[in-house]
């Protein structure tokens, strides 16, 4: 479904909107999450959450916004009957304590990957929002994505025959200080990037990893001092299907991935970006068919926004739900513990039945400019 059909239901079907907060306004925040309210017509930015009072008084002026929030102020902000969900932009050590809190107070919320940093954690969440009643949703921006989930209909039609390889390549510069590479906020390249990587090659092969393999490399940088530089993984999937990627900050911007089956392959080229058109390079036999989809035109925090609401104004079940984020968190902790054995380890992951279909797809254009940060840096360094 487009959003322009999300949004025509809105209007014909129930005129109200859902109120968010959105808590922790760092650069991903600024740049993606808060103007892309205004392209979401079934949701609506009335709260800012940060520690950082110069960001809340910045941006209030700049959105228009009556209610802003310390940390401190957190449980007063989520009692204030203002809001009915928050999206949680905040480091990945705090997504848990932030999402239980605002379940407890029956707030409906979105965080963003990855989910948390521990199983635990995860679990948690999942069990505040099932005791509470309210909607849990995990950021995967490219569960709604349409070149990423045109990718999932290509191996679905069985066109690239019996699937055997998944191979990824996402890096990028990171400087210094960023909480990406800080190890205590929980940072590095498997919790930040890796995990898009690990989460494509599941909605890929429509299946989960029995067994997983990870390695590091660190090129001795002072910025890599607490995290390394770079991992590669190898997962193994039932039916003796390999997946393999890369992943670093401390490389040139690459973002993609190749499905390589019994009959074809499907290169997809700026697979994981969030303003870049993404390229479809498909070959069957001889014939090489190339899809070029308009994504620098497309703003997916406004689909995310537009979903979630959705999904909270009709009752709907969530994809990617919290137990969506709790696998990509068991298998990164595999990883980990893989890295510190030097060996394959053995994953058992939670059921999962749903999947990413076209169905999800929500495209909504992109209206707003590339806003001025206030006091926040993004990863590269590079405004």
């Known amino acids: 479904m487009t959003s322009s059909n999300l949004q025509n239901s809105h209007s014909t079907n129930n005129s109200r909107k859902i109120c968010y907060g959105v808590v922790g306004l760092g650069a991903f925040a600024q ?3 808060l103007p892309a309210f205004s392209s979401a017509d079934n949701s609506e930015l009335v709260a800012l959450v940060s520690g950082d009072v110069t960001k809340r008084v910045e941006l209030a002026q700049k959105y228009g916004i009556q209610n802003t929030y310390s940390y401190e102020e957190y449980d007063d902000f989520l009692m204030s009957g203002n809001v009915d969900a928050v999206y949680i932009a905040l480091p990945n050590h705090l997504h848990c304590e932030y999402t239980v809190r605002a379940a407890q107070a029956g707030i409906h919320v979105l965080c963003e990957k990855p989910m948390a940093v521990l199983v635990e954690e995860c679990e948690a969440m999942i069990k505040a929002a099932a005791d509470h009643n309210i909607k849990l949703m995990i950021a995967y921006r490219l569960h709604l994505e349409e070149a990423n989930l045109a990718a999932v209909e290509i191996v ?5 025959g019996e699937l055997r390889i998944f191979n990824s390549l996402f890096t990028q510069q990171t400087v ?12 590095g390249t498997l919790d930040d990037i890796g995990i898009y990587c690990i989460n494509a090659a599941r909605y890929i092969f429509q299946d989960e990893p029995i067994a997983v393999f990870a390695t590091t490399a660190n090129n001795g940088e002072e910025r890599f001092r607490e995290v390394d530089e770079m991992t590669s993984v190898i997962l193994r999937f039932p039916g003796d299907r390999l997946a393999t990627f890369t992943c670093s900050f401390g490389a040139a911007e690459v973002s993609s991935y190749q499905i390589i089956g019994t009959k074809g392959s499907l290169i997809v080229d700026h697979a994981y970006s969030v303003n870049e058109d993404i390229t479809h390079i498909l070959n069957i036999g001889d014939e090489t068919q190339e899809r070029t989809f308009k994504n620098q035109n497309q703003d997916q925090l406004a689909a995310e926004f537009i979903y979630f609401s959705d999904c909270i104004l009709h009752n709907k079940n969530i994809e990617p739900s919290g ?20 060996s394959f380890v053995e994953i058992n992951t939670i059921d999962r039945q749903q999947r990413p279909t076209l169905d999800q797809i929500v495209t909504v254009p992109l209206t707003h400019p590339k806003p001025d940060l206030i006091n926040a840096e993004p990863p590269s360094g590079k405004s």
């Open 156 to 160: 679905r039609s069985g066109h690239l």
């Open 323 to 342: 137990k969506e984020g709790l696998i990509d968190i068991q298998i990164i902790r595999a990883l980990y513990q893989s890295i510190d054995l030097g």
């Open 31 to 33: 740049n993606a999450a």
């Open 176 to 187: 210094a200080g960023n909480i990406r590479v800080q190890k205590a906020v929980g940072g």
